[in-house]
Each structure stands twice: as structure tokens, then as C-alpha cells.
């Protein structure tokens, strides 16, 4: 079963508007990390933004934000002010504390967004 | 401070050889973990290191395999390639292993294989 389902198509944003990725996960842990990281054409994968499990609050990183819904198991990533620099994959990943507390991430197949002028 | 460092970027490999790939990870991070990213099954575990013990596998073949050495840096290697194994793989690293707070995982820039 797939842990991590990310199902909007590729999009284009306006610069300067936000954009809103999904992301909706499925766990039966209670102890969980969820991730979001930017990938360009060059490959590197690059770390935005963090949400635990038992987080309170919903996580911020400058222009990045996390919409944290967890009775809907979903962590969707807000990007306000796009830049045209954003434009990249974006991917969610999932840590699971049964995993045995390891690094070990499952992620989504990712959300191509494109920033226009 | 530097980041995840793995070399070669990219490299050109022909089938039934055998590459090794090498990942430095961030100073004082301890935990090493890789993955194999290919346009068709997406981001892929392959394994975990700390403390040079590899802590976790993912399903893939005994042809992959790795290791760490005492200053964390990481190695893996892929014997006998296949054409199908030609891939971004992907290092990772964070100070430990585990979901404490801000034991957050960052990423290299890749090594870009392809196999002929």
C-alpha cells in the first residue's frame, strides 16, 4: 500500500501567488515525522520544511507552511509568493517510528510545479 | 557549514561492472542513509548506516550493498550492473538515527549513474 499519495498533476503558478501541494499519508503509527523537500532539474534534494506527529502547531520556514490535518492524515505544503526560482518537484515524506527509529523515509511520487512570469 | 557531499556527480558504467559511489555526510551527523531514484519507481530506500552498522535494508538485491567508515563517511557499491540500476542515488544524513526534534534529514546532490 502506497504510504505516500501526492495525485495533483503537474502545475503552473503565477509568480507571486501561492500554491498549495497535497500530500495524504497513511500510518497506523502514532509517532511519525513528515517531510517536504525541493528537487530541481540538477537532483539535489532539498530540504523546506518538518511537521512531528505530535507537533502542536503547524510548521513554518519563512514562505514555506504546513497545512497539518491529522485526523486526515494529510500535510499539505503552502509556498506563498512564488518565485520563479520554485519551480522544481516537490516531495512529502513520511518517517515512521515503527521503523525502528531510523532515517528510513517513505516518499510520494512528487508535484512538478512550474512558476511563470 | 558544508553539506551532504557525494562524489562522482556522474559517471558512465557499462553492464556487468561495478561502481562505488562515496557520501560524506554533514559535520557531526552520524546517520547515513541512501536511496536509488529512477523515473519509474520513484525514491527508493536502500539502506541505513550508524555508527558503521547498516540498521535497515530495503528490497533490493544483494548486488547493492554499503558501508561506513568511522568518521561517518559512507560508501555503496553496486557489482555486476544492470541497465535498470542506472538511477540518481541519493544520500542522506542526519545527527542520529530516530524522530527526535530536529533530527532533520538532509539530502546530497546525487550521483548520477548510467549504465550502457
Known amino acids: ?24 499519508y497513511d500510518t497506523s503509527d502514532q509517532s511519525y515525522g513528515l517531510f517536504w523537500y525541493k528537487q530541481p532539474s ?21 514562505r514555506y507552511s504546513l497545512n497539518f490535518q491529522k485526523a486526515r492524515k494529510s500535510a499539505n505544503l503552502v509556498i506563498s509568493a512564488s518565485q520563479l526560482g520554485d519551480s522544481a518537484m516537490y516531495f512529502c515524506a513520511m518517517r ?4 525502528g527509529g531510523n532515517n528510513r523515509l517513505a516518499f510520494g511520487k512528487g508535484n512538478q510545479v512550474v512558476v511563470i512570469p | 557549514k558544508a553539506g551532504v557531499t557525494q562524489t562522482p ?3 558512465i558504467k557499462t553492464r556487468g561492472q561495478q561502481v562505488t559511489l562515496s557520501c560524506s555526510p554533514i559535520s557531526g551527523h552520524r546517520s547515513v542513509s541512501w536511496y536509488q ?20 535494508k530495503g528490497n ?5 550493498s554499503g558501508r561506513q567508515f568511522s ?3 559512507s560508501e555503496m557499491n553496486v557489482s555486476t550492473l544492470e541497465l535498470g540500476d542506472s538511477a540518481l542515488y541519493l544520500c542522506a544524513s542526519s545527527l542520529v538515527p530516530g524522530g527526535a526534534s530536529g533530527n532533520t534529514i538532509y539530502f546530497g546532490e546525487g550521483s548520477w549513474l548510467t549504465v550502457v
Not at chain 1, 539535489?44 to 519563512?62: R, V
Not at chain 2, 533490493?60 to 547493492?64: I, M
Open chain 2, 71 to 73: 568518521n561517518s563517511r
Open chain 1, 1 to 24: 500500500a502506497q504510504k505516500i499519495t501526492q495525485t495533483q498533476p503537474g502545475m503552473f503558478v503565477q509568480e507571486k501567488e501561492a500554491v498549495t501541494l497535497d500530500c495524504t
Open chain 1, 42 to 62: 540538477s537532483g539535489e534534494m532539498i530540504f523546506l520544511i518538518y511537521q512531528g506527529s505530535y507537533d502542536e502547531q503547524n510548521a513554518t520556514e519563512g
Open chain 2, 60 to 64: 533490493f538485491p544483494g548486488r547493492f
Open chain 2, 37 to 56: 531514484q529512477t523515473p519509474g519507481q520513484g525514491l527508493q530506500f536502500l539502506f541505513e548506516y550508524f555508527s558503521e552498522t547498516q540498521r535497515n
Open chain 2, 9 to 11: 556527480r556522474y559517471l
Open chain 1, 96 to 99: 515512521e517510528a515503527s521503523q
